[in-house]
């Protein structure tokens, strides 16, 4: 049996009309209602032929990842944890956007694997260790669990607008999945999201980096966190076997569109990266890179053994990235009152249920 949500565009067109023998404007009726109109059974597909639908339910099943849990921060953001068919828990989080009258916007977070093997020392996800790349079907599964919520929420046809991997895992470990689910959210008959609205968030990984900027796929986000190696190799040890220099080189050949930038992701420790030269040393490094920075405040996680960084030395951060003329935005630690960074509501149940 197959899983239709796991098939591209072009599988579902060779399935249909090789295996089925159907003509091919009947794939694309299947695949609007896959992924345009979320259909979760064959039934549901009224313009499909008695026949085809009795021939898919033979030979095929719709699955995606069931909602385990929901949980609601006071700022609107919600966080769903999801329950795959092998049991294996993953999370999706929907962040309104935060500028007041934006109609509701949303950005979806999502997961390209459950756990993650770089074992960076600040995350939770990370503290898991590696458990199992995710599917194209589960990737892209929890875009639709995201848009029955909000259309739940805030009547039919809501979506999420952006999607941004910044979930479990390290997307550019699990690249085929990752670069077929891009293809597929990308489908005008389907998801339809354009790249400027996909951003793949990644520590860097030397053979994921050329590949995902040639497919065109997506925008870049590197989780950075140091402005120098050796800081770096000490925070996210495996990620920094890539030499920084090496990545800083490979960062630069970054192919971007028009207008496009690279964006330096900077997770503020209290007291190990959030120095006031510790931040130009990062500027520099923006500027070299015609990058913009994104900083993030720590998000305790249990066990680990960093502290959030005070206020005023984030602000002074902030000030001296400012004076270097540059673009930084810190981003509001979203639903610090549900666990919402990456891993945390996982590590949480896996506790309750005392695997973890
Ligand atoms: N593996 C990828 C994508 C998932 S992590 C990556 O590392 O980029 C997404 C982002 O969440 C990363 O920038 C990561 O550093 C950040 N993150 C991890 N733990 C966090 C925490 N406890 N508080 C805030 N952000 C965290
Ligand atoms: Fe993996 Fe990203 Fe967490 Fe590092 S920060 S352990 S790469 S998920």
């Known amino acids: ?78 966080k769903l944890l999801l329950r795959l068919a092998d049991g294996e828990l993953i999370e999706t989080v929907l962040i309104p956007d935060e500028r007041p009258g934006s109609d509701r916007r949303v950005t979806q977070c999502l997961s390209s694997q459950a756990g993650c093997s770089m074992g960076c020392l600040f995350c939770a996800t990370g503290a898991l260790g590696f458990v199992r790349n995710l599917d194209h079907a589960e990737i892209l599964g929890q875009v639709l669990v995201g848009r029955e919520v909000l259309a739940r929420d805030y009547g039919r046809g809501s979506a999420p607008r952006n999607l941004v991997f910044m979930g479990m895992g390290e997307p550019l470990l699990n690249l085929d999945n990752l670069l077929r689910s891009l293809e597929t959210a990308h489908s005008e008959q389907g998801l339809h999201f354009s790249r400027r609205r996909i951003t793949v968030s990644t520590c860097g990984l030397p053979h994921g980096l050329r590949p995902l900027g040639e497919s065109g796929l997506a925008g870049l986000a590197l989780s950075l966190h140091a402005p120098e190696q050796e800081l770096r190799a000490r925070i996210m040890p495996k990620a920094a076997r890539w030499p920084m220099d090496e990545l800083l080189a490979e960062l630069e050949r970054y192919p971007l569109g028009a207008r496009e930038h690279i964006t330096l992701e900077y997770l503020l420790l209290g007291g190990v990266n959030d120095a006031p030269e510790q931040a130009r040393a990062l500027g520099r490094l923006a500027r070299r890179l015609e990058a913009k920075i994104n900083l993030i405040a720590y998000n305790m996680t249990e066990g680990a ?30 639903g610090a009152d549900i666990q919402a960074a990456c891993g945390q509501l996982r590590a949480s149940a896996s506790n309750k249920a005392g695997d973890g």
């Open 1 to 78: 049996m197959l899983n239709l949500l796991n098939l591209s565009r072009v599988e579902l067109e060779d399935f249909i009309t090789r295996d089925l023998g159907e003509p091919s404007f009947r794939a694309v009726q299947v695949w609007r209602w896959l992924w345009a109109a979320g259909a979760r059974s064959f039934a549901e597909m009224s313009n499909v032929s008695k026949a085809l639908r009795a021939a898919l339910a033979e030979r095929a099943f719709i699955y995606r990842p069931e909602t385990l849990e929901e949980q609601r921060s006071r700022d609107g953001t919600v």
């Open 305 to 334: 053994p960093y502290a959030a960084p005070s206020p005023e030395r984030v602000l002074a951060f902030e000030r001296e990235l400012w004076s270097l003329g540059l673009v930084a935005v810190l981003r509001r630690s979203m």
